[in-house]
């Protein structure tokens, strides 16, 4: 995992190039965005960590950013002040283009993925504006009556963008319909309706959700009819907009405050990341898999917790090996960490709680009393070593009348107390069986029962004899 501090700036909004790998840009504001400048990191990834190559100055808050799909060194961002700024990485200071039609605060900016020479903008002033790097005023206000924190365009189509408000409601707009009463809008779906059919994973409380204001949402690349969507109410929901009236396809709780970002992989069409003011970033899957539309049975596959603040962005990487992704946060940092390993991490508890489960329901004899191993079982090589590999250490074993048990001290000191299952084969009657006895291991001066560094003491009980 790589860090970044944007010492004195509060991150609020990270975005990868989508031409370079190496090059991620952050939006930052002064004291957390409530009053004070804004800064615009642009940042390497280098052999040596992460470096700042250039940074510009704004006079108010940065919320928001986006790369520009045309051109390589360009990004546009969303300020407090109701202005949009347009800068060029290689020129100095100031912006090429600036924009001031907003009212109040702009909240979230979106390049056109398809026909790369628009942009969107949303703003609490209860707009959506279209524009055009090479205009100086907008192409088109779309009024949505309510404070709108995100705005996209479609990934599979120029013409079709979104919006999420406070209204707690997704706004579907069509630019291909006339401009009439409705001013493109096509769809208005609430979120916090509840699914027609209730899915035992669904929590019980979704039925009485009561609306509240949703803050992001994004389309899945992959799927063009999917849209997730999360906010205040701290679930991530996912709507196929053929069947607007279904409610949510997949309802995905487990984020214990507002949850601030959701982006879909780039390389998985089921698996999405999440942002929250509880401090973490996670991982989750819908459920359907490679293809087709969810089940309405989504997990979480892992979660990343190194942030101390609130985590305000995060954004995949584009190139390279799958499953790249960078974090932002309010606690000044910018982290590049691996998804993959995150999922494997909560694989691997997952594993190791289950063989903990399994070791406790093994019947255990109180009055037990220590038993050799056979000449065969008292080899290293077949003390079972698929345990100790579990529990993160390396042991070789011997077996005394005693019951005293010296093994080498484990590689990883993470765990100084563990169970331990053991193969034993009963001498008398030839059958072998499974003992547990709890260990443990002396990594501090002064640990009870323990004699001396590396030693364990336990009780190795023989069933069936």
């Known amino acids: 995992m790589l860090e970044f501090r944007t010492e004195g700036f509060n991150g609020y909004s990270v975005k990868y190039s989508p031409f370079f790998d190496s090059r991620i840009a952050v939006a930052a504001s002064a004291n957390f965005g409530l009053v004070g400048n804004g800064r ?44 949009i700024k347009l800068f060029d ?42 524009w055009s ?5 907008s192409l088109l206000t779309i009024p949505t009556h309510s404070c709108t924190y ?19 409601h997704l706004r579907v707009f069509d630019l291909r319909t006339p401009a009439s009463a409705s001013n493109h809008l096509t769809l208005a779906i609430p979120i916090h309706t509840p699914p027609k059919s209730q899915h035992p994973s669904h ?7 009561p609306p509240s204001e949703a803050l992001t949402h994004d389309w899945n690349k992959y799927r063009p009819d999917t849209i997730a969507t999360a906010g205040v109410d701290r679930y991530i929901r996912t709507f196929d907009i053929r069947a607007p009236g279904q409610g949510p396809v997949t309802i995905l709780p487990g984020h214990e405050y507002a949850v601030r970002k959701v982006s879909w992989s780039p390389h998985l069409s089921d698996v999405l990341l999440s942002a929250s003011y509880d401090m973490t970033c996670r991982v989750w899957t819908d459920g359907s898999g490679t293809g087709g539309v969810g089940d309405g049975v989504g997990r979480e596959m892992g979660r990343m917790g190194r942030h101390t603040e609130f985590v305000t ?17 309010w606690d000044e940092r910018v982290l590049v960490w691996d998804v993959r390993a995150v999922m494997e991490q909560k694989t691997k508890k997952k594993d190791k709680k289950n063989n903990q489960s399994i070791i406790r329901s093994l019947p255990i004899t109180r009055n037990a009393v220590a ?28 077996v005394s009348m005693s019951g005293k048990i010296p093994i080498p001290s484990p590689r990883r000191r993470k765990r100084p107390q563990a169970r331990i299952a053991k193969v034993l084969h009963d001498a008398i009657n030839g059958v072998e069986s499974v003992a547990v006895f709890p260990v443990r291991t002396r990594f501090a001066p002064g640990t ?10 336990g009780h190795l009980v023989a069933h069936g004899a």
């Not at 990485?89 to 600036?98: E, T």
């Not at 962005?313 to 946060?329: K, R, T």
Request: net charge negative.
């Open 371 to 398: 038993t050799p191993l056979s000449p065969a079982r008292k080899s290293p090589a077949n003390a079972l070593p698929m345990f100790a590999s579990e529990f993160g250490a390396t042991m070789s074993m011997s």
């Open 203 to 209: 929590p019980p409380s979704i039925a009485s959700t």
């Open 89 to 130: 990485i290689a020129l100095d200071n100031f912006p090429v283009q600036s924009w001031q039609e907003h009212k109040r605060e702009v909240f979230s900016v979106h390049w056109n993925l398809v026909s790369k020479d628009t942009f969107c903008s949303s703003s609490w002033d209860g707009t959506v504006k279209i």
């Open 150 to 168: 995100s705005t996209s365009f479609s990934p599979h189509s120029p013409s079709i963008l979104s919006s999420v408000s406070s209204d707690s």
């Open 40 to 83: 615009l990191y642009i940042l390497g990834l280098t052999p040596n960590g992460i470096v700042a190559e250039k940074w510009f100055d704004t006079q108010d808050s940065l919320f928001d950013i986006a790369w520009s799909e045309a051109h390589e060194n360009q990004a546009v961002v969303a300020s407090g002040d109701g202005s």
């Open 133 to 137: 790097p090479t205009r100086s005023a």
């Open 313 to 329: 962005g995060v954004d995949w990487c584009l190139f390279g090996a799958e499953g790249w992704c960078a974090s932002c946060g």
């Open 448 to 457: 009870a029962g323990v004699a001396a560094e590396g030693e364990v003491f």
